[in-house]
T-cell receptor, first 112, second 117 residues
Framework: DQQVKQNSPSLSVQEGRISILNCDYT??????FLWYKKYPAEGPTFLIS?????DKNEDGRFTVFLNKSAKHLSLHIVPSQPGDSAVYFC???????????FGKGTKLTVNP | GAGVSQSPSNKVTEKGKDVELRCDPI?????LYWYRQRLGQGLEFLIY????????KSGLPSDRFSAERTGESVSTLTIQRTQQEDSAVYLC???????????????FGEGSRLTVL
């Protein structure tokens, strides 16, 4: 059972436009979510997180939205830059758990 | 070092051989994780170490997989009698805290790419 789903394997946007990456989860016990970015031949790097007590968290060009009733979160990147081209992983965890459960990732390509 | 260091970066082995993968976490990080990413898949949790507590081995796919950690430093992941389905990138990560707590973000190494022929 895939607890974290990223249904779009890839996304292509123009530089300067908004990128929206989506993530759905099935485990209602998850109360903390993270986004990681991964460049080729590098390990994933932490990008932004959100607790289930919030519905939005913003950090510069990156905003994560959480809709608990829909078990859905999204990552918005505005404006998108070519350097944002990477694979983005969504992850969820249950409070007190040490395990992050990751989705399969979405490959974002930002075209100049 | 400044980040999580993993070795080897690439390993090609024959089916049935044993392999050892090494991870040096960030100094001071008490938590250490092993994940793997098979082609086209997400990151799959394998094992977690926290200080002197018993490790959480619930993600290890079979008894051919084992891992050890020396105190709060180096960890080795051992795969015995490798199979072709073991081919993956094995990622090590460390953190100060559990996810969800301040400082709980995982810092990943670059991974060890294992290819079993």
């Amino acid at each position: 059972d895939q607890q974290v789903k990223q249904n779009s394997p890839s996304l292509s946007v123009q530089e300067g436009r908004i990128s929206i990456l989506n993530c759905d989860y099935t485990n209602s016990m998850f109360d903390y979510f993270l986004w990681y970015k991964k460049y080729p031949a590098e390990g994933p790097t932490f990008l932004i997180s959100i607790s289930s007590i919030k519905d939005k968290n913003e950090d510069g060009r990156f905003t994560v939205f959480l809709n608990k009733s829909a078990k859905h979160l999204s990552l918005h990147i505005v404006p998108s830059q070519p350097g944002d081209s990477a694979v983005y992983f969504c992850a969820g965890t249950q409070g007190g758990s040490e395990k992050l459960v990751f989705g399969k990732g979405t490959k974002l390509t930002v075209n100049p | 070092g400044a980040g999580v260091s993993q070795s080897p970066s690439n390993k090609v082995t024959e089916k049935g051989k044993d392999v050892e993968l090494r991870c040096d976490p960030i100094s001071g990080h008490t938590a250490l994780y092993w994940y793997r990413q098979r082609l086209g898949q997400g990151l799959e949790f394998l094992i977690y170490f926290q200080g002197n507590s018993a490790p959480d081995k619930s993600g290890l796919p079979s008894d051919r997989f084992s891992a050890e950690r020396t105190g709060e430093s180096v960890s080795t992941l051992t795969i015995q009698r490798t199979q072709q389905e073991d081919s993956a990138v094995y990622l090590c990560a460390s953190s100060l805290q559990r996810p969800g707590l301040t400082g709980g973000e995982l810092f990943f190494g670059e991974g060890s790419r294992l290819t079993v022929l």
